[in-house]
Every structure is written in C-alpha cells, then in structure tokens.
C-alpha cells in the first residue's frame, strides 16, 4: 500500500504521475492539491481571497461559502476530474473523490477566529477544520475491487458541511486507517532542503530522530509540515519520500532514490 | 431500486429533494442536471458557448476541452458536491460520481460533424458521444454498502476521455444495468403537459401504448426524451413517474401521485 501525494504548484507534472501510477503493482491511494488551479480559477472569476486577522495578530485565510464552492470547482472539479481522465488514458481505473462522499475524511470543524471588529471582539466562524477520521472500509472496499481513489478537498465536518482543510493532515488520517509502507510526496523541489533557498542542498536521508531535531529548529508553516510527517511514522510508515514533482516520472523516480528517503 | 432524474433548471428545489432521500428504505441513485449552473458559471468566466452548425443545417453545442472544464467545474464539482454535502446535512450517506470514476458510464465518442469552412467540408470532432453501459457491479458495490451513489456528466469514453453527454440517454444505461422498477423524473413543470405551454394542462396518466403515440406526434428534443422514456420500459421499468422538481417535497409528492405516471 502507498499512499501518494501531489503538491498543487503549477509546476508538478500530472500527467507524468498518471504514466507512473499505470507501472504501479502496489494499490495505492492519490491525494492531490491544487493551490495555483484554484488561484487562477479564482483570477477568472474576480474572486477576492478572504484573511482575517485574529486579535493575537495571526492573519489566514477565511473560507466562506464562496470560497467552499471555488475549492469545489477547482479541486474536486478540475484538478480530480482532469487527474482522473489522465489515469483511465493510461488504464489505471481511478474514482475521484472528496471527503464528503461516502464521508471519506471526517473532520471537527474550527471554533473560529476572534477579530476586533467595530470596537468589539467577535469570533468569526468559516468553513474549515482538522480531519479527524478517514472511512478505512470505504476506501478498503474500492482498493479490493481494484479502483485506485483519488481525493481532493473539501472534507466533511460533524454536521455534515463541506470545510476546507490541509493536506498534510488529510494524508495523516489516511495512514491511521491504511497503515500504508511507504508514503511519497511529490513537491515543487527536489526533496527537502538544507538551505530552503538552495536547490542543490537537497537532503538524501534522514533519520527520525533527525527529522524531530529539525522540527525544533522550524517554524510556522515548515514546522506543521514536519509535526505530520512525524505522525506518519507513529502512524505506522516505515518510509516518507519526498521528491520532486516536476520531472518526467515523478512516482518512478522517487520509488528509486532520488529525493529524501526519510525512515 | 429507484433511480431518480433531477433536471438543470435553476428552480429545481435540490434541498427539497435531499430531505425527501433521507425518507426512503430502498436504495436509489440520482443523477443530476446542471444547465442553468453551467450557464451561470459559463458567464462569470465569460466563457462563450461554441455552436456548430453541420452541412445538413442542424445546429450543435461543440464540447471543446473548455466545454469540458466548465463541466467538470459546474457539474462533477458545485453541482454534484454541494448535493452531496445537502445529502449528509440530512444523514443520507451520498457519494458523488462522474462517468469517469471507476469508468462508470462508458460511451461512444461521436464521430464529428460535417462543416463547410473556407470553402472546404471539414469532419469537426468534440468531446462528446452516447453513453453504451453503466458499470453496474461498481454500482452494486455501492448500494450494498450503504452508500448512496450522484451521478453528473462528463462520462468516459473508449480511450479514457471526459466526454459530454445526455442525462436521459445516461439514465436508460443505468436502467439497464440496474433494472429499478420505478424512475422519478423531476423537471421545472407539473409534469408531462399535453399542451407545453399550458401547465393545466397536465396528463396524470399515460399508458405505454399512449406513449408510442404521443413519440410519433412530436419532434425534435421531446422525441429524443420520448423515445429515452420508451426504452426505459424495454429495459424493466414497471413505471416512470415525471413530476414537478420545483415543489417543497419533490420526491414525496412525486411517489404519492403527482405529476404524470406512465405504465
């Protein structure tokens, strides 16, 4: 079992994945992200990006309804319908879904976020969460009849809602439930970075011990990026790699040793 | 077994419909339109809708690879997801699907339309074509498990490509995988009016022989929809009900009697 995930940069190579995933003997499951379809689907349709600024100073997005249905046009339209299409080109049955169908990832959804508005203090609620639970047999039903999921955003929340939620945390559910070997993510890079800024500082191996002393040296974004794949381990992973995205065979290349093999 | 049809009209009441689902004990499967959707998606990309019109005089939408997207972005995404989520919010285990997921409606591709441009006749050939069969087992597999399958277009064909297709036409492949013994159609109407233009005009009741009849009486749209309605019969259904998707309780007064029921 692999559980493979693509980042949603412009720049990662579907089609190449799809040709790879056909080679694939392994079943396997696809979580894919699509940052800059969104944002340019956005563009298209003068559709502002809303943030929020919290009264502790920490400014994120804000998911509105408006903001859930782009996410459904771009993510679990385009980006899955299109990765889906590319897949059965090559023969690979793949079903495309989101976390709502079949309540496929779970999550508890935000409490909110207290801004200063008008002289007051109000909490501001969105549409976004944390996943908390991945439906193991659904996924399990479709791998034993040979369909290979693709899955995008939006998750489901409580109450049934549509939130939006990362990726990262998305794949951790997915590894609670399927004890997946090896886990691959595919990025915008050739693995991960010593220096950020130095593509060629690239770090062949790490060690787990090595990975929680460079999650103490990270912050924001970097460190939440860490702490998941830290979970994926005490998930159950015996191997995380993280390799590049853009090149001809992404899934090819990272199956034999190019990026970071962390293990 | 139940398949239900909800038509594309803006004024289809999709939350009425979601409520009355989670009333039924048989299994079912929707599919659903999205025409006004699309428009509505179509004009705030400003994304024109290409028509051809062949040598022999007859005018056709031309699915480009642009047609496609907005499918993918107003059907399989806003429309389908958003229909889902309304499902959950009621506690019906909804699952949505294209035809592209685990090729669940496989069909033709059209050969292309004859024009005359620049003198010459050319073959214009878009992403669109019949639907040939449903992949019932995947259905089966489904419905077994509680989940609820919604169905939009595109659907898949020979080679893997998202094509456009009629729901009518994509119904009657679910019917013969399927073999419900009833199928709901909910349109923006009271039913199967003998005058179109007169909604007091409604049929409560038409035999299948009545249908033949009325099939060889009208033209164009409405003969392809009669004769999708004919088949629908060849292939098992013990009745059709077409019934008015505008109303509080669609589904509900639809199985209680109204609207048009043909047997």
Redesign the interface.
Known sequence: MLIIKAGGGADINLEGIAADLAELIEPFVVVLGANALRDR?AG???QPKVELTSVSGYTSVYSDQDAI?LI???????R???F??M?????V??????G????LIEGARNRGIRVRAEGKTLLKRDFSGKPKRANG??LE??LD?G?RPVLTI?I?DE????INSENDDIVNTLQDALHAARIVQLIEAPGFLDNHDDPTSLVTQMSRTELEQREDQVTGRMKRKMLALRKLFAAGAAEVIIADGRVAQPVHEALAGKGTLIR
């Open positions: 689907v298209q349709l003068g249905d459904m046009m771009s993510y679990a339209g385009l899955n319908r299109r889906v299409e897949c059965q080109r090559q023969g049955n793949a079903l495309g879904l989101t709502l169908d079949g309540r047999p659904l039903l479709l009849n369909y939006p489901v109450q049934g809602f549509a």
